[in-house]
């Protein structure tokens, strides 16, 4: 924010020179001095007694009678009246001090109360300006920490459907293959282990997190009556780092908005690696119709401003639907570790 006082500074300075190098008899080198410095703290100084005293002051908190009293007071009276007196103090009037009062006296005062005036109009306009940027930086952090507040609270939960069917399918197991029901009570122990544990780190091993979804997808297998109706690929060699449970939504609506047990219905899953590039694909059929399907619910949105938060530059995501099918593809450049 320094950076937008610089012209402030420039001008100041300009104008400084300009007015205190005026030639007239007996004028000298040190009067140019004097007078340039003169010239310049009334600039500087009416500009920052307005940016930073009386707008934050009074007009900033509703003082506004105040605030026109004190500016009126120190446009026409204060800074004129230093102003003129001062050139006289370091003899700069070269017609005298008795020049006060006549009518170049009067036009010299209207001139400077006029350029105070458009010096405390910019004063006014930078405090403005500075607080709009300060307030739109605050507005913004208030926003990031509530997405991020989201994205935990997301990231950090399962559908609780998943977990209904899961455990329903559990039971029903336990009478008829019960050691095929501890196996998947085992992956489903895993899966909340990690949920709870894992998501709470910035970032994570690429394999782990496609192991987990390799179990998330094995345990929603259990109720379809066929399991090959869906295919995962993982064709990931670089141990990539990747923040936690990111592509579960995607995978989660693939199920939810399809149904697997019906002939001819797929879904696929897969992963590649390209250059350090990461592409995720899942792509499903679709039950609903056209404009439903394409509103985002809270997942979608939730994980796109994720994914905006994470890799502002360095992604691309395309959401499409071609006739009766969805597809997902989601590019992340990442650095290999």
Known sequence: MLLIHLPVWIVAFLVAYFFGSEKFPGHTVYDTVFSTITYL?????????FYAFLVPKYLERGKTMLWWLYSGIFVLIVIPFLLIFSTHIFHLNPDGFSSIFSKHGLYVWLFCATLTLFLCILGAFYRFANDWFDNLHIKKE??????????????????????FNTLNNIDALIQTNSQKASAILSELSDLLRYVV????????????????????????KIRLSNPDS?????????NFLIPPMLFLTFIENGFKHCNLNEPGCKLSISFFEKNNELIFRCTNPVNMPENKSEEKG??????????KLLFPNNHSLQISRYNSEFDVTLKINLIND
């Open 298 to 307: 809270i997942g979608l949105k939730l994980i796109t401003e994720r994914l």
């Open 197 to 220: 544990y894992e998501t709470e780190k910035e970032s994570i091993e690429i394999k782990k997190e496609m192991d987990i979804i390799k179990k998330y997808i094995d345990l929603e």
């Open 142 to 163: 208030v926003e990031n920490i509530k997405l991020k507040n989201e994205l935990n609270s997301i990231k950090s939960r399962l559908n609780p459907h998943f977990l």
């Open 230 to 238: 869906v295919s995962f690929v993982c064709a990931v060699e670089k």
């Open 41 to 49: 703290i009334w600039f500087l100084g009416t500009f920052y007694i």
